[in-house]
């Protein structure tokens, strides 16, 4: 029979519980747009050597290799994004983006946190309207007007 977990043991294993959330977005019976949200506490353990007792090292391992290969695809999609956008005298050839982004992430490490380059928020409505059907667009645009003029 195993020993009863001490006091301090408990406490320990308590401060890792983390409560995760998330919802998702649907429209109701009415057409409303609603959120439903669900909670659910989780332990991920208080640092790599309990997190690896708890699940497995090759768990945690997997784990962590699918999460920096997502960042780094991230960082290569962002970087491609970044160089199709320049325009004007510093807009680069298509066909020389990928090495300028190779270039750029060479020494690409999953311990430094790169800001995000925010586009205009003009901008990136116009570039999401753009690839609507004409119909969504005039619906979008009704919609956009019964706002301005109910403000």
Same mark, same amino acid.
């Given at each position: 029979? +195993? ?12 401060s890792a519980i983390t409560l995760v959330e998330a919802g998702t977005g649907y429209e ?9 949200? *669900?909670?659910?506490?989780? %332990?991920?353990?208080?640092?790599? @050597? !309990? &997190? ?16 920096? @290969?997502?960042?780094?695809? %991230?960082?290569?999609? /962002? ?5 199709? =956008? ?12 990928? &090495?300028?982004?190779? /270039?750029?992430? +060479? %020494?690409?490490? #999953?311990?430094?946190?790169?800001? =995000?380059?925010?586009?205009? #928020?003009? !901008? /990136?409505?116009? *570039? %999401? ?5 004409? !119909? ?5 645009? +009704?919609?956009?007007?019964?706002? /301005?003029? =109910?403000?």
């Amino acid at each position: 029979m +195993e020993s009863e977990t001490t006091t301090a043991e408990n406490e320990e294993q308590e401060s890792a519980i983390t409560l995760v959330e998330a919802g998702t977005g649907y429209e109701d019976e009415e057409g409303e747009k609603q959120t439903l949200k *669900a909670s659910v506490e989780f %332990n991920p353990g208080a640092d790599l @050597t !309990e &997190a690896c007792d708890l699940y497995s090292e090759e768990a945690v391992f997997q784990r962590y290799l699918r999460g920096v @290969t997502k960042d780094l695809g %991230n960082a290569i999609r /962002a970087g491609l994004n970044k160089f199709l =956008a320049l325009e004007g005298d510093e807009a680069v050839p298509v066909d020389e983006i990928p &090495a300028l982004v190779v /270039a750029e992430l +060479e %020494n690409w490490r #999953p311990d430094v946190t790169r800001r =995000a380059v925010r586009k205009d #928020p003009t !901008e /990136a409505i116009l *570039a %999401n309207f753009v690839g609507l059907t004409a !119909e969504k667009q005039q619906e979008l645009i +009704e919609q956009l007007m019964a706002t /301005a003029e =109910a403000s």
